[in-house]
């Protein structure tokens, strides 16, 4: 662990750090099959939720037995990407992509029952909803653009944008991606995020098997600061931290395998912190 912490450290750059190849690995820790693990899966103490498009399935999280399944109106439910556990609901991001003008919409659904619940229609203008966290209160919501497919004329993968809003969805804080990390999710964007419990906020990109640990700055700048590049062992997509409440559990992060339509988790190691003398 040691290597790989001096190897971090060796990339900072002017307060950066290359995306270039990643400095840290994860360590895969669990493989489930789930065939709509497609875009995305969410996890509680006792399930996963495995997501595709307008699809979603509970599975028993010790035993990997499906429980459950909704589907939704594909007219209505385009693609569905990221999910979450926040209180009683399960939240998901959705958009029409790869139909434009681009437009967007907050999915809550009860994990219980299984049904849809309410919908919070964000519009078009800013790009295609990915994935949202909470966190100090506020949503915190990805909205992709890329440079062909699903994109607008006129934008390309850099309008991807980190957008901050309160209780009542009014945008209240904005960000760019670090252009060494757009670079490499381009032509797409950023399919998953979250915030872990160090404070960096982790993002994947749509096919490179890499994780990209961001800090949102407090000094000043619009532009999100790369802090590290690490290895996972699926292609990107949506991701989800794993908030079950096991200390076993502990920086477990959920993401999918598309080829193969599982379900899997990695441990996190330790970011080290490169932001340089308090």
């Not at 979603?56 to 909704?70: C, F, L, M, N, P």
């Not at 915030?195 to 098997?209: A, K, S």
């Not at 993401?255 to 912190?273: C, K, L």
Request: aromatic share 8%; glycine share 10%.
């Amino acid at each position: 662990m040691k290597s790989l912490i001096a190897a971090a450290l060796l990339t900072v750059v002017a307060g950066q750090v290359s995306a270039q190849e990643p400095s840290l690995r994860t360590v895969e820790t669990r493989r489930l099959d789930a065939p709509e693990a497609n875009q995305g899966v969410a996890a509680d103490k006792a399930h996963l939720y495995a997501v595709d498009n307008g699809r979603i399935a509970r599975y028993d999280k010790a035993t990997g037995v499906k429980q459950a399944e909704w589907t939704g109106d594909p007219v209505r439910f385009k693609h569905l990407n990221a999910c979450l556990i926040v209180g009683k609901d399960l939240v998901c991001a959705g958009s029409n992509y790869p139909s434009v003008p681009q437009n967007s919409a907050v999915e809550l659904f009860d994990p219980v029952k299984m049904t849809h619940t309410r919908t919070i229609p964000l519009g078009p203008g800013i790009g295609s909803l990915t994935w949202v966290d909470r966190r100090d209160g506020f949503w915190w919501a990805m909205f992709a653009n890329y440079d062909a497919k699903g994109g607008e004329p006129g934008r390309d993968h850099r309008w991807t944008t980190l957008v901050k809003f309160d209780d009542q969805w009014r945008r209240v804080g904005a960000w760019a991606l670090p252009a060494a990390v757009l670079e490499r999710m381009a032509p797409y964007s950023c399919s998953g995020g979250g915030f872990g419990d160090d404070g960096l906020l982790y993002v994947t990109g749509h096919d490179r098997p890499e994780l990209y640990a961001l800090a949102v700055p407090t000094e000043g700048g619009a532009t999100l600061d790369l802090v590290a590049t690490l290895a996972i062992p699926f292609e990107g997509q949506a991701i989800a931290w794993d908030r079950g409440g096991d200390p076993h559990a502990k920086r477990t992060l959920w993401g999918v395998n598309r080829a193969t339509r599982q379900v899997v988790a990695v441990q996190v190691p330790p970011v080290p912190d490169v932001s340089g003398p308090k």
